[in-house]
């Protein structure tokens, strides 16, 4: 029978990638080390640091939370957890009361805020015209969700953002950055550029993790898993993309980490020439490449829709 090859204890996990057994203890004892490793090699926190962690509820957020607090709160950087109420009735609020029991398990501060409050409507309103637009559910949110974890952060007031994005993630975003000919994008995925257009820096610290070892990670820390999913959950290519990294992985165990190599390789070479040329958006003043930001011009269609779903009559200029 194998051991784990670190300690010779009871097997729990194999990394078909390295042939690499462990057990539970050397297994949970290696994501925390891979991820201060890539702090590390990444620069990502200083000592004097205020570490927002961006937390959704889900079971890489939260185990992200969980994972920064074992290292970072004995170093005495301080953390913070920030959530977004997208306003979805029946999914949102029991993230919420996931992310609000971890964080208070580990004794840090959550800073709440809602798409309600910041832009006027709720997700369910938002979505309620879906069928009229062209960009998915989730990319329509995703425009928001950064504007309100960015809200956030400057509320908790953080100096760096972190985010759970996994191996998976990052590989899954670069691949589709090339399928939609996003080539300039490229460098903004770069771990070490600073994107000015977020008032907090953003980094990864779970970018060289397979999702599959979080999700492990989070069920032995006995992370509580959500039961429902989100409603507007539609991810277009993205799953797709997904799909076929994991069958390549499936037959070729370490594929994914090479593709991230290469990702950063290609994104290090990029990252020069792809520095945002940006104006203030003339309605909120934030960075934007044509005058108006991405969450202003959305924003002005939502409520043009929220407002004649709630007054019909006084709608289509009558
Ligand atoms: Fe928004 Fe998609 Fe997340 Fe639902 S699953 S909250 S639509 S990003
Ligand atoms: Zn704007």
């Given at each position: 029978m194998s051991v784990c090859t670190r300690c010779g204890g009871k097997p729990f996990y194999t990394r078909k990638y390295s042939g690499e057994t462990l057990c539970a203890a050397c297994f949970k004892h290696s994501i925390t080390e891979k991820t201060r490793r890539t702090v590390s090699k990444y620069g990502m926190f200083g000592p004097h640091d205020r570490i927002a962690v961006a937390v959704s509820g889900g079971k890489d957020s939260l185990s992200l939370l969980k994972v920064l607090g074992e290292l970072y709160l004995p170093r005495r950087n301080e953390i913070v957890a920030i959530s977004v109420d997208e306003g979805v009735a029946g999914y949102r609020d029991e993230?919420?009361?996931?992310?609000?029991?971890v964080a208070e398990e580990l004794d840090v501060e959550q800073v709440v805020v809602s798409y309600k409050d910041l832009f006027g409507f709720s997700l369910d309103e938002a979505l309620d015209w879906k069928e009229e637009r062209s960009v998915s559910s989730c990319s329509f949110c995703g425009v928001f969700r950064r504007r309100a974890i960015d809200e956030a952060a400057v509320r908790a007031k953080a100096t760096v953002v972190a985010t759970a994005h996994n191996l998976d993630d990052y590989v899954q975003t670069f691949v589709m950055n090339l399928m939609h000919g996003?080539?300039?994008?490229l460098g903004w995925l770069d771990p070490t550029y600073v994107d000015d257009s977020f008032p907090v820096r953003r980094v990864k610290p779970f970018m060289e993790i397979y999702e599959e070892e979080i999700a492990l990670y989070a069920f032995q820390a006995g992370i509580p898993f959500q039961s429902v999913s989100c409603p507007y959950m539609h991810e277009g290519l993205?799953?797709?993309?997904?799909d076929y990294l994991n069958m390549m992985e499936a037959n070729h165990p370490g594929m994914k980490n090479v593709l991230l190599r290469s990702s950063l390789d290609v994104i290090s070479r990029f990252a020069r020439s792809s520095e945002k040329e940006s104006t203030p958006c003339r309605s909120c003043g934030r960075p934007s490449s044509n005058g108006l930001c991405n969450v202003c011009r959305m924003k002005a269609v939502v409520e043009e829709h929220v407002n004649m779903q709630?007054?019909?009559?006084?709608?289509g200029g009558g």
């Open positions: 993230a919420l009361e996931h992310a609000r029991a996003d080539v300039a994008r993205r799953s797709e993309v997904r709630r007054n019909p009559r006084s709608a």
